[in-house]
């Protein structure tokens, strides 16, 4: 009996512990402002997406509180990343957006990028990214094979961007002739350096972000889309005639170099909290988010932008960085060499 009675005491207890967490987290949340820290610059696909998200999330965050986006781009979101790692609160108010290749980086460059990726909290990624290499109709480059006889000059952002990396590492494994311009901020100077010729087009770019930013050339017109970076095979781009990466690659070792830049892509667009947020708030805010992105209000905003939603969650995206953290390192030292930066040859005397 007196057994019985404690177990039912604790089990009251218990009830009451679970019903009050989310009054208690409500509490915290109520009129406070959460900073979604947004790794790009604004005119991208990126920002279109956390902009988007930070329209919609907060209804499901107990309290509602102001969601403020702030753009913190630079460096392939390390910039944005460190400064949630050294700087941002760890209470819940500071969540962000940041480009995969940001959370592989110590991985590859480690003298570079000195943060622990395990550390964050995973809250969950937006979709899965297709890329893809465009170049203007007025190039001599029509099709990938064009791309072992005729140079194609395109515009890129710094080391660690899809839009430069992708382009140098098949230079270093095909031999292919891409001149790389890098130094643009972000996607959007780049796309415009192609419509004023100062370039003649771009590489390692995601499919969502062209069909936002350019429609038109989503649909194949002004430019060629004439490659894709896929595990599966897609559709729209193979039915503008363009065709898969993996139908050019020779040798295992290239199959093995070109799935680690692609297999980043399956976190295509992934948000995370700092290290040392109490469990209750990152449990809320994983679960905001992904109630955000299966709504009918963010679906209605990302159709209209011409955004592809596909999530994946938090734990998934860690499942898949410990499959990338655990390659061999033999093979990750040849991919840090895909990605350097080719050495001058010296002019003989």
């Known amino acids: 009996m007196v057994l019985s009675r404690s177990l039912s005491v604790l089990s009251g207890l ?14 915290f949340y109520r009129g406070k ?10 005119g991208g696909g990126y920002n279109a997406y956390a902009r988007a998200t930070a329209r919609n999330v907060s209804q499901f965050i107990p309290g509602n509180p102001t969601i403020i986006p702030r753009n913190r781009g630079g460096a392939g979101s390390r910039l944005a990343l460190n400064w949630m790692l050294n700087k941002a609160k760890r209470d819940g108010t500071a969540f962000g957006a940041f480009f995969p290749s940001a959370f592989v980086d110590p991985l590859i460059r480690p003298k570079r990028s000195k ?12 979709n899965k990214t297709a890329r893809q290499c465009i170049a203007r109709k007025d190039a001599k480059v029509k099709k990938f094979t064009d791309l ?6 395109i515009g890129a952002t710094a080391r660690g961007g899809s839009t430069r990396d992708f382009a140098v590492m098949l230079n270093k494994i095909l031999g292919t002739k891409f001149k790389v311009i890098s130094g643009y901020k972000g996607s959007a100077g780049i796309m415009l350096a192609i419509e004023r010729g100062e370039v003649q087009g771009l590489c390692g770019y995601a499919w969502s972000s ?23 095979p897609h559709k729209a781009m193979e039915d503008l005639g363009a065709e898969p990466i993996w139908k050019f690659l020779k040798t ?17 667009r992934p948000y995370v ?23 009918p209000g ?46 001058k040859k010296k002019k003989k005397k």
Do not use: C
């Open 273 to 295: 909290a700092p290290p040392d947020v109490p469990a209750d708030r990152v449990k809320i805010l994983r679960a905001a988010l992904m109630k955000t992105w299966a709504s």
């Open 33 to 42: 402002q959460v900073e979604l820290t947004i790794g790009a610059n604004p």
């Open 14 to 27: 218990a009830l009451v512990a679970v019903a009050a967490a989310p009054a208690m987290t409500a509490e």
């Open 148 to 153: 072992f006889t005729h140079e194609l000059t």
């Open 252 to 268: 295992d070792k290239q199959r093995q170099i070109l799935s680690f830049f692609i297999k980043q892509q399956e976190f295509g």
């Open 210 to 232: 062209l069909k936002k930013a350019r429609p038109d050339w989503a649909r194949g017109e002004n430019v060629n889309i004439f490659v894709t970076f896929t595990m599966k």
């Open 115 to 126: 943060y622990d990726v395990t550390k964050f909290n995973f809250l969950g990624s937006i």
């Open 298 to 343: 963010f679906l209605a905003d990302a159709k209209k932008l011409r955004l592809d939603v596909d999530p994946i969650s938090g734990p998934q995206i860690e499942k898949l960085l410990a499959e990338l953290y655990a390659l061999p390192k033999e093979l990750v030292a040849e991919i840090v060499a895909t990605t350097r930066k080719p050495r």
